[in-house]
Structures are given as structure tokens and as C-alpha cells.
């Protein structure tokens, strides 16, 4: 698998604190689409995830994602402590959907899409975010650090014949909260 290490000041990249990403949270995840990345290194494994948030949570800046259990990125998730949200440009659409309906476990999706994994060094975030994986084609990545996760329980579901339709395998999602470490953004 080809991955490239991203030095702390260059490759058209440049940090900027949480506030600064650009552009509502809406249409970035909602409309726009997200590959949620995890693991370290050769084994890491990413998602296409139109599902996520952006907000403030014990008093930090953190970033909001969801994960089936039947999705090979949960295994990688629950055992890094890092996690990426990688945004693309309309021109990456076929690659995101590629990746949103074929698993890791069957094939590379970074080579069968043509994206080049990111490996963050020790420059990024302050040495925080060392070992985080992105994407050389993103527009902007957000690297975040787990603070909490929790198993949708839809017991608690308040309008369970809407959400459930949703949910018609009961494969219910794991919530990600993220402290948000640092965004970087194409320049």
C-alpha cells in the first residue's frame, strides 16, 4: 500500500485551529460526504460516512462520528486512539462512493480509488497527532483524538418508527467523539 509521510510544514498543507475550518457542517458531511479513517501505520482501514457532527462538548472542540459494527472500520476505531475526517471536492464523488460501498476486508480502496494515504509525523498538532492517517487529495482533514464512545441503545429511541427504519438489520451505529486536534487545509 503507498502512503506518504506528511512533513510538519509542507505539502501544500497548513494547520489552523479547530474554528477555522470552513464551510457548514451540513452540507461538508451531510451533502459533501466524509472518509472517516482509523488504524496506524500499514493496518488502518477508512469509510465513506454521510452521518457526523461538529460541536463543543466538555469545554474542547470535537468532532462527532458514527460506525456500524459490521463495518471493518470499527475494529480499527475502537482499538486507535486517533481518528481522521477527510473532506474532498465534488471531483472525488466516484472515489467516496467506491469506498461507501466496498469493504476493506475485500480490497485496497485507497489504490482502487487512487487516493494516497497520509501519515501524519510528529509535526502535526504538536506531536499529537503523529500516527493519524489522511488523504494526499483531500481539500481538508480533521485529526482527532477519542475522548468517548457509546453504542446506540434503541431503547432510547423517541421516535423509534422513523429511526428505525434506519436501523432494519438492528445494526446499530457506535458514536465516536473526538477531540479535535487539529485541522489541516490545502493551500
Known amino acids: 500500500m503507498k502512503q506518504k509521510q506528511l512533513s510538519p510544514a509542507g ?3 497548513r494547520e489552523l485551529p479547530p474554528r477555522d475550518f470552513k464551510g457548514s ?6 451533502s459533501g460526504w466524509m472518509l472517516i479513517t482509523a488504524g496506524a501505520g ?3 482501514n477508512t469509510m465513506t460516512a454521510s452521518w457526523g457532527g461538529l460541536g463543543v462538548l466538555w469545554r474542547k472542540d470535537v468532532a462527532f462520528a458514527f460506525i456500524r459494527p459490521s463495518r471493518r472500520t ?4 475502537n482499538g486507535s ?7 474532498f471536492d465534488e471531483s472525488r464523488r466516484d ?9 476493506g476486508r475485500d480490497c485496497d480502496k485507497a ?4 487516493l494516497t494515504p497520509l501519515v501524519f509525523g510528529s509535526g502535526i498538532a504538536g506531536g499529537r497527532g503523529a500516527g493519524a492517517i489522511g488523504f494526499e487529495e483531500a481539500c481538508d482533514i480533521i485529526v482527532c483524538r ?3 464512545t457509546h453504542d446506540i441503545d434503541p431503547r432510547q429511541f423517541l421516535d423509534a418508527p422513523l429511526i428505525e427504519k434506519v436501523y432494519n438489520d438492528k445494526d446499530y451505529h457506535r458514536m465516536y467523539i473526538g477531540e479535535i486536534l487539529t485541522v489541516l487545509a490545502r493551500q
Open 11 to 13: 505539502d501544500n498543507w
Open 25 to 30: 457542517p451540513f452540507d461538508r458531511i451531510g
Open 42 to 44: 500499514g493496518d488502518w
Open 74 to 77: 470499527f475494529e480499527f476505531a
Open 81 to 87: 486512539e486517533l481518528f481522521t475526517l477527510s473532506f
Open 95 to 103: 472515489a467516496l462512493n467506491f469506498i461507501g460501498s466496498n469493504s
Open 111 to 114: 489504490a482502487k480509488t487512487g
Open 146 to 148: 477519542k475522548l468517548y
